[in-house]
C-alpha cells in the first residue's frame, strides 16, 4: 500500500503574500474571504478553495505551479519565483536597475 502524503502549501501562501507585502488582512479583503480563513489556510488547518486559489493566483500574477511547486517534478528556484512576484509592481527606474544587473551578471 502507498503512503499518502498530506500536500501542506500554507507556508507557500504565506510566502506568496508576503513578499507582495500583504498583510493578511489585506490579502482576505482582496480576495473577498475572512481574515480567519486565510490563517488557517496559512496555518495548514484549512485547505483553499480552487476558486480562492485562483484568485490569488489572479491577484498575484502567479500560477499554480508556483504555489504546488514543491510537489511538482519541476526544478525551479521557489525564492527567485517570490521575488519576482512584485516585479511589476516596482518603479520603472528600479526596474531598469534589475535589468541591467541582470545583464551584467549573464556576461560574466
Known amino acids: ?30 480576495i473577498e474571504v475572512s481574515v480567519r480563513y486565510i490563517s488557517d489556510i496559512e496555518q495548514d488547518r484549512s485547505k483553499p478553495s480552487y476558486e480562492v486559489l485562483i484568485r490569488i493566483c489572479n491577484l498575484f500574477h502567479i500560477t499554480l505551479d508556483q504555489i504546488f511547486s514543491e510537489f511538482l517534478n519541476v526544478e525551479e528556484n521557489k525564492s527567485l519565483s517570490y521575488s519576482l512576484a512584485g516585479f511589476d509592481k516596482l518603479s520603472k527606474e528600479d526596474k531598469k536597475t534589475i535589468e541591467y544587473l541582470i545583464m551584467y551578471f549573464n556576461k560574466k
Open 1 to 30: 500500500m502507498r503512503k499518502s502524503t498530506s500536500i501542506k502549501i500554507g507556508k507557500n501562501l504565506q510566502d506568496i503574500r508576503k513578499s507582495n507585502g500583504y498583510t493578511q488582512e489585506k490579502l482576505a479583503e482582496s
